[in-house]
């Protein structure tokens, strides 16, 4: 716990005397009260219980034993079988179901402090208590509350000695040992009262500093106005974060609580051991993914009072310190500080850094890719300083190809875990546009039109990078006829080049003194352009935004050939980039983003192509050797190249376009599926022969993915290629059969999701039928869609998983029987997905149940029932009851309904009355209109009456995959 006031030295005693001899009252109670060997873990040793054992774990049914501890408790059992490393919490709750002769769970005993039981929960009650409301605390409340603690141990070992009959002298023994360690506690004098001013005034300095960095523009060089600047939660939004060896997710917000471990896992417990080796999170990802967006709302967030604040933890450190890379920067950590905290630095100038050694310190390292001479020997300072420093841990961010030297010259004396980054979340894309466009405008009829738009536009991968996301936003702003539904990045990027060049005609014509027409305007900037082209290009070959001072020097000179102002010309086309350092602001000129620099680039090599193609041009341009250079840039440089070209239709261009291709491939671009995802549409015609070529030379190990953004691509480059094994995921629109039939043919389909169809199945033959049949279904393992009753006959042997849409009374009527009469034909059908739109069915054409799916251990039926509304409970149920299979369900869905608690428990109570069952499944409910206190109450009725869960989920989660076994 992060301490930097009186009241937080006091704060932090009290917590480690409950977490350390308050824990350890605790553990030697759960070992006067259980026989448990330290080497055997909890659940084996509680699986073992003897019929004698008088333990409230064997009076527990087996839904309450799985639910009475959490995922992370039992991971966190299985590794520590010794229970040593369990909080106060958990050991509590171990207590209560482990320990012999004790009162059942829900006695009153555990509320009364003359018995063990109620001592026991007092400790936890006191852990919790000080934890949770972070009480106020004088000298006088502290020694208070220090004789409570000693008083309340002491008489909980008493208590626990009677009861367990122990040896007065082990007892007494461990009495003195507690007593100790408190007085140890007591009289730790490692921080005193100069240091607790070093903190305050360091933390006072800083947050004055982050209160203005929390605000920026990341479009300056179009808006040319410091009143575009935002905050940081108008640009922020849920990225996707992975654990890099396990791939396990990780809550941005629980950040802070990763800790180092073979499984990956995130721990629970909020003691931070003072032993322990200073930790180091490395987040990689691609350009323009959000890592800089995150880290400084992580700053702007330790800013905030901690009440308000949602990343966890942040109270645990006394300061935050935030280096960016790409900045120049004092070569030493005490010269850093010296600079942004020159008051503090002055102050305590001979014990500084011994002070800083005696705190908690977060480091935020922003851009290790991004490092320059300066920046680097200030990381390099920082990873030495901390090296031997508990209390030290370093969030860094750089793309994935800079990690592995970064995380060498860390060397072995940190913790280390390593993050991914892969963009915005999908569902909080569309989320991200609209939070940024509100910022830039107030226009209400723009802003629904935008919705509309994000609804139907083609999110590919490029757009899971947030910037991106804003760069969408500002466009629709200022062109919004440019924005379509199938906008590509190159697209866009150009739309970003002419709204800087408009901008710039803008404030030009308003100072045009020589009175020069619009078009004269345009070729002197063109000119200048070429200059910055030319930067840009030779910026990427050297892994760097920043200009130098002969960049300037050149464009400067081009400026004043042109005759235009060059802050003018700067300000439209670069970012100008301000830091203080000693109270001095220095402003240095940058390109704006990643993505500008890779399409300037791109532009430069256009330029190049101007009087014509003769093979080699473009490869002549680059360094004999590709390796050093940063790979991920250069592709995305040349597919706008690719881009560009693809915008002239002169013969002479065609072996420029293949050359582009081939040094993409040169980059690391292999086998069909990377080529599909990589290209825009309006490049894949042009150079689809050209690829065929590349993707015959690779093996066709990998799966090539078929969705909505690659759906194009696929039927002009699929009927060029070698057999490939396909995944179809196809979400928003149907499939044109002929062109489907055509792309298939030839390839190994092994999942096949048609979810318009299964979503919307519509009456009459469906669709999915002949999509079926024009696959090689040998090899399928996966089908979504709505089919026939006869269509049932192509479904393969190999389907391990069925997902099936029903459309109505006649289609019920023939498909139940087909799905039992071929369950037989379906040996290795694991599940089986069963979507009925309640408004299309009637219970009673339902006279025959689901078969079975998977076995007694795994696998098993899932109903989804849509569109329910409150006043069709009993629909909904009888629907249930009449469609249950013999083992009862896996689970029930209910997506896109209408009803309100008391409909819920309508609904429970009469599927268990109908004895509709679910087994280890749940009833999973949409959780816009379900508040906390209604799904615990939802969730304790579905326990009683249904033995399962009630689980409440984002609506579009409902149509996902909710269990692991789910492969969508």
């Not at 040349?638 to 050359?659: C, M, P, R």
């Amino acid at each position: 716990m992060a301490f930097g006031t009186s009241n937080d030295y006091y704060f932090f005693k009290l917590y480690i005397i409950l977490q350390g001899p308050g824990r350890t009252v605790l553990r030697q109670i759960l070992k006067y009260g259980t026989n448990k060997s330290d080497s055997i873990p909890l659940f084996e040793y509680l699986d073992g219980l003897p019929d004698t054992s008088t333990a409230n774990y064997r009076c527990l049914s087996n839904i309450k034993k799985r639910r009475m501890f959490t995922r992370t408790e039992k991971e966190q059992l299985h590794a520590d079988p010794s229970c040593d490393n369990s909080d106060i919490t958990l050991l509590f709750k171990i207590i209560t179901v482990a320990c012999e002769n004790v009162a059942s769970i829900n006695d009153n005993a555990w509320q009364n402090r003359n018995c063990m039981e109620g001592l026991v929960n007092e400790i936890k009650k006191e852990r919790n208590l000080l934890v949770h409301e972070f009480p106020s605390l004088t000298v006088q409340d502290f020694q208070c509350k220090v004789h409570e603690l000693k008083t309340l141990f002491c008489r909980t070992l008493e208590f626990a000695q009677r009861r367990y009959s122990i040896p007065d002298e082990k007892n007494i023994n461990m009495k003195d040992d507690i007593l100790k360690d408190m007085s140890d506690i007591i009289d730790i004098k490692a921080f005193e009262e100069p240091h607790i001013g070093f903190i305050e005034e360091t933390r006072r300095a800083l947050k004055e500093i982050y209160k203005q960095d929390q605000y920026f523009d990341p479009f300056n060089f179009l808006s040319g106005s410091p009143m575009n600047r935002v905050h940081i939660e108008s640009l922020f939004c849920n990225v996707i974060l992975k654990e890099k060896n396990t791939c396990t997710e990780i809550d941005y917000s629980d950040l802070l609580k990763l800790k180092e471990s073979s499984r990956g896992t995130i721990s629970e417990s909020s003691q931070l051991p003072q032993n322990r080796q200073p930790e180091l999170i490395i987040i990689s990802g691609v350009a323009g993914s959000g890592k800089t967006t995150l880290l400084t709302y992580i700053m702007s967030e330790w800013v905030k009072d901690e009440s308000d604040r949602q990343i966890k933890n942040l109270e645990e450190y006394d300061i935050v310190l935030r280096v960016l890379c790409r900045e120049k920067a004092s070569i030493s950590l005490k010269r850093f500080l010296e600079e942004i905290i020159p008051k503090v630095s002055t102050k305590f100038h001979d014990s500084m850094m011994k002070q800083l050694k005696d705190c908690k310190v977060l480091f935020l390292i922003d851009g290790i890719d991004e490092l320059n001479s300066s920046s680097d020997q200030l990381v390099h300072d920082i990873l030495n300083f901390g090296k031997y420093v508990p209390g030290f841990k370093i969030i860094a961010t750089s793309r994935p190809e800079k990690v592995v030297d970064f995380l060498a010259q860390a060397g072995q004396t940190y913790q280390i875990q390593e993050v991914n980054m892969e963009g915005i979340v999908p569902s909080e894309k569309a989320n991200c546009v609209l939070k940024y466009y509100s910022c830039l405008s107030d226009n209400l009829g723009n802003r629904d039109q935008l919705r509309s738009l994000l609804g139907s536009i083609d999110l590919r991968k490029h757009f899971g990078l947030p910037l991106n996301l804003l760069f969408l936003a500002k466009i629709f702003k200022d062109k919004p006829d440019c924005v379509t539904s199938s906008i590509s990045q190159s697209r866009l990027y150009f739309t970003i080049h002419d709204c800087c060049v408009d901008k710039l005609q803008q404030r030009l014509a308003i100072g045009n003194v020589r009175e020069t027409s619009r078009r004269e305007r345009n070729i002197c900037i063109r000119n200048v352009l070429k200059g910055i082209y030319e930067v840009a290009f030779h910026g990427l070959l050297q892994n760097t935004l920043n200009l130098s001072d002969k960049d300037l020097r050149k464009l400067r000179d081009c400026c004043k050939v042109e005759n235009l102002p060059f802050d003018e010309v700067m300000g439209s086309f670069l970012y100008l980039r301000q830091y203080i350092r000693n109270h001095v602001i220095y402003e240095e000129y940058c390109l704006p983003s990643d993505g500008l620099q890779e399409y300037f680039f791109a532009q430069y090599v256009i330029e190049h192509l101007n009087d014509g193609f003769v093979p080699g041009i473009i490869r002549h341009l680059l360094p004999d050797s590709l390796e050093p250079l940063n790979s991920e840039k250069l592709r995305n440089a040349f597919l706008h190249v690719a881009w560009l070209l693809s915008k002239s239709h002169e013969a002479s261009l065609y072996g420029a376009k293949n050359e582009a291709m081939d040094i993409i491939a040169e980059t690391g671009v292999e086998g069909c599926d990377a080529w599909l995802s990589l290209l825009d549409d309006e490049i894949m015609e042009d150079v689809s022969e050209h690829i065929a070529h590349h993707v015959k030379q690779v093996p066709p190990d990998t799966t090539v993915r078929i969705t909505d953004s690659t759906l194009y691509n696929s039927i002009v480059l699929l009927p060029l290629v070698p057999f490939q094994w396909i995944e179809v995921d196809v979400r928003h629109q149907p499939l044109d059969m002929d062109k489907f039939s055509r792309v298939m043919k030839g390839h190994r389909c092994t999942k096949l999701f048609l979810w318009h169809y299964y979503k919307h199945p519509l009456p009459g033959t469906p669709l999915s039928d002949s999509i079926l049949q024009s696959v090689d279904t040998r090899y399928l393992l996966q089908f979504k869609g709505h089919l026939s009753a006869d269509a049932m006959k192509f479904l393969p042997t190999s389907l391990r998983r069925l997902y099936l849409g029903v459309s109505s009374n006649e289609h019920a009527r023939s498909l139940l029987p087909a799905l039992t009469s071929n369950r037989q034909a379906l040996p290795n059908l694991e599940y089986l997905f069963i979507h009925v739109p309640l408004e299309a069915i009637e219970p009673q054409v339902l006279t025959q149940p689901l078969p079975d799916a998977g076995s007694h251990r795994s696998g098993g039926v899932v109903l989804t029932l849509s569109g329910v509304k409150g006043s069709q409970v009993e629909k909904a149920w009888r629907v249930a009851a009449a469609l249950q299979n013999r083992r009862g369900y896996f689970g029930i869905r209910f997506p896109d309904c209408k009803m309100d608690i008391k409909d819920w428990s309508q609904l429970i109570e009469h599927l268990a009355e109908a004895k509709v069952r679910t087994g280890d499944g749940k009833i999973v409910a949409p959780d816009i209109s379900i508040t906390e206190e209604g799904w615990k109450f939802l969730m304790g009725l579905a326990n009683r009456k249904l033995e399962c869960d009630f689980d409440t989920v984002p609506e579009d989660m409902l149509w996902k995959g909710l269990w692991p076994e789910e492969d969508d």
